[in-house]
């Protein structure tokens, strides 16, 4: 229940942010909560969610999403094919959901982190649906990504909340190795992990005592870590809630971020100028955003809120939330929602 507050004081928090400038947004028909009743005071999903949509590297026609069916408690990988509609169910599970994006090699391999609750094991799998196998020794892991071939994952271990660690393995070796932990200099951060084809590393890291927004080359981080300075007026604010609600996508030159109750920005990393190219509309946020393969798309699991009514059409105090996958044209703007039942 305490959780399920603070989410609707997340989003009332949201209304009363909401940027008016003019710029592309999203359709929607909101239902604001105010004068409409009784207090929203809890927060449900719908039955059949369609969550964490993330492209094939070789192919913009693909794509791989969370699917949770709430109703039957059941939990899939599913992989679909925006040419041929044609979806392939890779792995599912009766009792495991998967927490955060998952994230597509460009040899084949789909890495994700199974959850009961709280984030598990990070699993991989084969995009054909063949090789499932347990990538981790301990329990807690996110924010994961592959290197740009494919030879190597990366992502971040938090067994508390005082120790943080940022871990690299190689496909095929037995061991982990550690490239920070939570007393070093970085006090082991290192989230919002996505790396570009040309093997950039972008995250959310603590430097020279400053949480802040960085682009390193993968083997050097953080010895030659680049601070984003278009960034800091939303780090300097405040971080952790930048930390908690922002989502990347990075692929060569541009990084797209969504970040709730400001829309999704595109950043220039060459020179470092930061751009709103989408508005969100007040009951309307966007996780987990992907970059298609050229560039010219982006996934974006896309949450709806509306409020619930009893047969007397009064607000009975309950928020339903909806999630579904959409597509954005970089070029022109233009968002689809994509039928995925």
Known sequence: MFQKILFVFFYIILFASCNREVLPTASSKCELPFGQGNLVNTLSDEDSMYRQPCFNPRDRNE?????????????????????????????????HKIAGRPSWSKNGW???????????????????????????????????????NGSALFWRHSP?????????????AP??????????????????????SKDELFCFTYIDNDYDFYISKVEEFPRNARKLKSLEDYTRNN????????????????VFI???????????????????????????????ISCSPDDRFLLAEREDARLEYDANNVPTG?????????????????????NLK
């Open 258 to 288: 969504s970040y709730l109750g400001d829309g999704i920005f595109e950043l220039d990393t060459e020179k470092d100028k930061l751009i709103r190219i989408y508005k969100t509309p007040e009951c309307v946020k966007y996780l987990h």
């Open 63 to 95: 794509f791989v999403y969370h699917f949770e069916d709430n109703k039957e408690r059941n939990f899939q990988l599913v992989k679909y094919n925006l040419k041929t509609q044609q979806k392939s169910v890779l792995y599912q599970s009766k009792v």
């Open 175 to 196: 061991q982990t190795d550690t490239i920070l932990r939570h007393d070093d200099i970085n006090r082991g951060f290192s989230f919002h992990n996505d790396i570009s």
């Open 160 to 172: 508390d909340l005082s120790r943080n660690y940022f871990f690299k393995k190689d496909l095929y």
């Open 318 to 338: 309950n928020w339903i939330r909806k999630s579904s996958i959409c597509l954005i044209d970089t070029y022109t703007l233009k968002e689809t929602i994509i």
């Open 110 to 148: 789909i890495a994700f982190t199974r959850t009961t609750g709280m984030a598990d094991h990070i699993f991989i799998i084969k995009d054909n649906g063949d090789s499932l196998r347990q990538f981790t020794d301990y329990p807690l892991n996110i924010y994961l990504t592959w290197n740009s």
């Open 239 to 254: 971080p952790f809630y930048f930390l908690a609600s922002a989502s990347s996508a990075y692929l060569s030159k541009r």
